[in-house]
């Protein structure tokens, strides 16, 4: 950590010590610190923290500066350094360093301990949290483990940092921030370098340490990085895009890795596809157009949705676009939060809800809850199938086909378009007919047979249910099996 001095003269002003801070005179009791560390990441946790500290060499009543004899790094446990008989016997959560460092010529000992993440932070599997002054096991403090738990579980890995200890004018190296002006075209970029980190700090893309220092959150670094690559846990999270010359992937054609933050690189990835799916001529009532082989609005809200919607914590996993000649496939880690059935008319549920947020106010999908009604109704206004979604244990995979005539399309594909086309009339405020169905997928009053066979179809395989089953039978209307 950098700006040790600092960081240190900062606490020392604070009027007493937190239930995140402790200061020590010369006390190295082994057991005594591993009990310490487990509490101090727990109280720094439980406060909204980043970090929690251990300092030796000051006097816990007066804070006055008196220095210490030992070093951190050279003390001994049973024949082993101290840090790595603490690392055995505290949860694998636990992150902490050494430091020293001098003031007035007096050795300080610093140990930097960073918030518990995912569960409460044990040493020798019990879990420890301070109140007031004392160290106390967290199960004889039920009212602080319930809350400890709270705020674990909100805790979000937009908020968690992507790399520290940066001075003002080293977060323009790993950020675009003038990229992110140019987005909010209702602020103007500030001409000082302190009024650009007031809005980057408002936006929660950076957070200012103690030691006067500053944070590079996920949130930040995911939208405007310069280059994803810079961050040793985020470059796997980059946007790839791969083009197969046919129907499968036994022949790879092209392989595209767009490295900038989202927020940067949305655009590009969106003209990319563009040109690898180029427009086809086809023929439209006897009259030659040319025909884009994929809606935009579609493509567009798919790409956000997997870049809004991964689960961040699977690693070595992205988002990832894949081209056949017939198909497109845009895959994210992470299950659907939403039951697939009733993507719809579900309220929406997001994992990142700033990155979601934050992507939305930038222009770079629908409003909350919208996306999937474009989706689906982009594809049924040009009259292509409906897009498919296939969940996995890890990942989302959603398929979008090019159009094909309606007697080629399986009879799976052609129930599930049936059954979002009911959806998405009901959410109207209407109900799916014979016509309205025709309608959709581009045909003639001629084939009404054809469709009335598809909805029998639909009815029994329990996709829609008649609105009234009383009504004649060339009135009938139906919605969604659920509705």
């Known amino acids: 950590m950098q700006n040790l001095e600092r960081l240190i003269l900062e606490l020392i002003n604070l009027s007493e010590e ?58 001994k446990v049973k024949n082993q350094e101290l840090e790595n008989w ?3 016997l505290l949860s694998d959560n636990a992150q902490f360093d050494f430091y020293q460092t001098k003031i007035n010529n007096k050795n300080i000992g610093v140990l930097v301990i960073n918030h518990a993440m995912q569960r409460p932070v044990s040493f020798e599997k019990k879990e420890y949290i301070r109140v007031g002054s004392y160290t106390k096991k967290l199960k004889d403090v039920p009212s602080l483990q319930a809350s400890l738990w709270d705020e674990i579980r909100s805790a979000t890995f937009e908020m968690e940092c992507a790399i520290s200890d940066l001075t003002l004018s080293e977060l323009t190296k790993y950020i675009d921030y003038e990229f992110y002006f140019n987005l909010c075209s209702h602020v103007a970029q500030p001409t000082e370098l302190e009024g650009i980190i007031h809005y980057l700090k408002e936006e929660s893309f950076i957070v200012k340490q103690d030691n006067g220092l500053y944070s ?36 790879l054609q092209q392989d595209e890795v767009f490295e900038k933050g989202y927020a ?157 086309h009911a959806c998405l009339k009901y959410i109207q405020g209407e109900q799916l007919t014979n016509s309205s169905l025709r309608e959709r997928f581009g045909l003639r009053k001629s084939s009404s047979g054809s469709i009335s066979r598809l909805i029998k179809e639909a009815v029994k395989e329990n996709y829609i249910k008649p609105f009234n089953s009383h009504t004649a039978p060339r009135y009938m209307k139906y919605i969604p099996s659920w509705a």
């Open 18 to 75: 937190k239930s995140w801070l402790e200061f020590k005179k010369d006390n190295y009791k082994p057991d005594m610190i591993g009990e310490d560390i487990s509490a101090l990441a727990n109280s720094a946790t439980l406060t909204g923290r980043d970090k929690a500290y251990m300092i030796w060499g000051i006097d816990d009543k007066t804070h006055e500066i008196i220095g210490t004899e030992k070093d951190l790094q050279n003390i």
């Open 86 to 88: 603490l690392r055995s």
């Open 216 to 251: 590079l959150t996920n949130l930040g670094a995911v939208l405007f990085a310069r280059d994803l690559s810079m961050f040793p846990h985020l470059y796997r999270k980059a946007v790839r895009v791969v083009t197969y010359r046919g129907k499968n992937k036994f022949e």
């Open 264 to 420: 940067i690189a949305f655009e590009d990835v969106m003209k990319y596809l563009e040109l690898r799916t180029p427009p086809k001529e086809v023929f439209i009532n006897g009259i030659r157009k040319r025909k884009r082989s994929y809606p935009d609005t579609a493509i567009r809200e798919l790409l956000s949705n997997a870049l809004i919607h991964q689960d961040f914590t699977i690693s070595g996993a992205g988002p990832i676009v894949e081209i056949f000649s017939n198909r497109i496939e845009i895959t994210n880690p992470g299950r659907s939060l939403v039951e697939v059935n009733r993507i719809i008319d579900n309220p929406p549920r997001s994992r990142n809800e700033k990155l979601a947020y934050t992507m939305r106010r930038l222009g770079f999908c629908e409003e909350l809850g919208s996306g999937w009604d474009k989706i689906a109704e982009s594809c049924e206004k040009e009259q292509f199938p409906s897009p498919k979604i296939e969940t996995y244990s890890d990942s989302t995979r959603v398929l979008l086909f090019q159009s094909v005539p309606f007697v080629d399309i399986p009879m799976e594909d052609k129930l599930w378009a049936c059954y979002l």
